[in-house]
Structures are given as C-alpha cells and as structure tokens.
C-alpha cells in the first residue's frame, strides 16, 4: 500500500484509540446507551456489506426498419435472485443469501444460471405496442470476472426483436422482482432525448418510434425531486449517517440548517461539475473518503461539546465529496440535455427534503424531548456518536480494501 494510504489508516486508528479513551473516561454515565451503540453497530455490520439495489439501465433503440434492441446494464445476480424493487439493498430480502452465492459465482458459472432462467428473464423485461408484447430475443450476454465483492458487479445484455408494421410508439415496462429500472433512448448527440426511473415496473410512457419523445421541464422536475429522495431516504445510508452525525452535537435549528445548506450546496456544485464532465474522480476514491467524513464528523462530536465557528467550512468541503458520490446516480440514469438543468435542481431538491426528513426524524425522536436535559450530552450525543464513527469506520477500511 502506498505511504499516504498507511498514513491514513494510521491517523484512523489513532482516531479510534482517542474514541475508546473518550468512551472509558465517561462510562460510568454511558453504560446503558453503550449497549444501544453496540447493537446499532452489530446490526449495522451486515449491512455496511450489502449492495445497494441498484436500477437496470435499459437504453432503447430503433434501427429504422422494423427493428428495436434494448441494450441492458444490470446487477444480474439482483435479478436472478428475483431481490425486488422493494429493498433498499440486498440484505433486507429474504433472497440475500441467493444473491451472496451468485455473487461469488465465476462468468461462466453465472452464464449458465442465466440460460437457466432466460425464459423468465424475457417474461419480465417487455416491451408492447398497442398493449401487445413485441417479442424479444437475447442477442448478447457480456458477463465481468467476480472482482471485488465490496462492489457490485455489472452485467450486459442485449435483446433484439421486430416491431409489427406501423408501429407508432413502444411502452417499455420491468418486472419489480427484477429491482428498479431506468428507460432511456439515447439522441444523435450523445445524450438521451428521454429517461424515466420506473421504481415500480413501468409500463413508462408510450415512446415514440421516429421523432423522439417530448417531456415537459416540469414532468422531468417531478421525476428527478423522487430520484434524489429516494437515494438519501432509504438507500443513503452513509448519507443518512452523515447528516444524524450533525443533528448530535447541536439539534439547535440555525447551526443545524447552516450546516445541511452549506453542505446542499457543496454538492450541488461537485454534481454539476460532474455531470458536465468538468470532474470525474473514481468511486474507489470517493466512497473512502465519504466514510472518512462521516468518521470525522462522529469524532468531534465526542471531543467537544461546542459547535466550533469553522465547522459549516468542514461540512461544505465534506459535501464537496458527497456531491461526487450522488454523481454516479445521474451518470447512470442520464439526463436530457433539453432538462439538464431541471433535472439538476430537481434531484438536489430531493436530496435536500430527504436530509429534512431525516433531521425531522432525529428532532421527533429524541432531540425534542431530550436535548435540553444535562445527560444529553453523555447519553445520546456520545454514544450514538461512538457508533457512528465505529461503523464508518469500518466502512473506511473495506472500501480501501484491507478486509473483504
């Protein structure tokens, strides 16, 4: 591992070793919520190896003559295991154990599981004129080697069929058992004239077959307020984290909102950059420091007591990550070049009312009732802090890759 990677570790581990030596001096007073730190961290630990559902992408073509093909990318264990778009990541369903033994699974291995359940594949994944399925054929399966498990693998499939004569426009729809899908029909340009997140199947809106699509600015501002809650609340666990980190130190509601703005903005600002393409930095680099900042946050709050001047500056250089982080969710989904910007100030509209909502949570749950009361401090501010910090702590060394 290069020198700076050590060093970080090092600093991390000296970090723990400040926790424990926080912990001990108070645990006279920290003794019973300790244990709720405990059994959030052990409930946490499966799921800081989980895998995020992810949504299939299916971008839509047409040849010109008859002819459509939808090219897939897709966590193909996810479907084969039939987790469902009902679940926030692979551990909450009762399938997960099916998914963890194709994960290991090798391409050929995985091929043939496929070839066993094609049928079922192409009963999911419709596409219909006039509500009469067009019938699909798979023309392609490109698998990748196992890699890193930490990681979900991404599969890629093609289907081709005929379209009836006179065709005028397709609906595409995704069985749910299969997880959530996004439609897209890429343009001349590079882009995509259209794309719709189908967290529940589908069918989408009819697609043209010639002409390309028209979607409102405002059709495409509803789309994408979803798509950014949703990837905070339930699927942004480490986003989540993130921001209950801020909410323990001070619930006060100015310093608390300074925070969640200069932290919006930060990553409104990574995100665009992002997607413009002024920026790319590599997930196995930004998912580490993600978890490092939810470790830093979660360290203060145990050495102080005092929301210092310059956090709002910490927590806005912190965004600037997470905002890189909420770029591969767009990269995946694409945007219109004709609604880029809406859809843009959409997503980080969603993004802000799931930080609300989970502040909102924070506040009815304790924060309400308890944040005035001298233990505050030693009963809920510490030890909830104490797991934070141990769990994204944990998640910090697994994304660097020193345990599997």
């Known amino acids: 591992m290069p020198k700076c990677g050590l060093s970080v570790v090092s600093s991390f581990f000296s970090e723990l070793a400040l926790l424990m030596h926080l912990f001990f001096r108070s645990i006279n007073q920290v003794l019973a919520p300790l244990v709720f730190a405990l059994v959030l961290l052990l409930a946490s630990g499966a799921a800081s190896l989980a895998h995020e559902i992810r949504p299939a992408i299916a971008d839509l073509t047409f040849d010109g003559e008859g002819g ?13 295991a039939e987790i ?16 963890d033994e194709l994960r290991l699974a090798a391409p050929d291995d995985l091929a043939a599981e496929f070839e066993r359940f094609r049928s079922r594949f192409l009963q999911g994944v419709e596409l219909s004129v006039d509500g009469k399925p067009v019938a699909l054929e798979v023309q392609s399966v490109d698998l990748d080697p196992v890699g ?27 069985d749910p058992a299969f997880g959530p899908s996004v439609i897209r029909t890429p343009d001349a340009e590079g882009g ?16 043209p077959v010639e002409g390309g699509l028209e979607i409102t600015a405002l059709e495409v501002f509803g789309d994408y307020i979803g ?41 409104s600002v990574t995100l665009a950059l992002a997607m413009l393409g002024v920026i790319s930095l590599s997930p196995a680099i930004v998912e580490p420091l993600i978890a490092a900042s939810i ?101 910090f060394v697994e994304r660097i890759g020193l345990i599997g």
């Not at 459509?68 to 084969?80: F, G, H, K, P």
């Not at 009902?86 to 998914?99: F, M, Q, V, W």
């Not at 809650?229 to 209950?244: E, N, R």
């Open 68 to 80: 459509v093909r939808l090219d897939i990318s897709l966590i193909l264990e996810a479907a084969l």
């Open 84 to 99: 469902g778009a009902g679940h926030g990541d692979t551990d909450e369903s009762p399938n997960a154990k099916r998914y």
């Open 148 to 174: 890193d498990t930490d990681f979900a693998r991404l599969s890629r499939l093609s289907l081709a069929g005929q379209l009836p004569a006179g065709a005028q426009a397709v609906t595409f729809s995704f």
């Open 192 to 207: 995509y004239s259209y794309s719709a997140y189908l967290e529940d199947g589908g069918p989408s809106t009819p697609i």
């Open 227 to 267: 798509i950014g809650f949703t990837h905070i609340v339930p699927k942004g666990l480490d986003h989540i984290l993130f921001v209950v980190g801020l909410f323990l130190l001070s619930p006060r509601l100015k310093p608390l909102l300074i925070q969640i703005t200069a932290f919006t903005l930060a990553h």
């Open 295 to 395: 470790v830093f946050i979660a360290v203060e709050n145990l050495a102080t007591n005092r929301l210092s001047p310059w956090r709002p500056f910490v927590v806005f250089g912190f965004g600037l990550l997470h905002g890189l982080g909420f770029a591969g969710v767009l990269t995946e989904i694409g945007l219109s070049p004709g609604h880029f910007v809406a859809g843009l100030v959409a997503f980080n509209i969603g993004v802000e009312i799931g930080q609300l909502a989970v502040v909102a949570v924070c506040y009815a749950a304790f924060g309400a009732w308890f944040s005035d009361k001298p233990w505050y401090r030693t009963r809920v501010t510490m030890p909830m802090s104490l797991a934070i910090a141990a769990i994204a702590t944990w998640w």
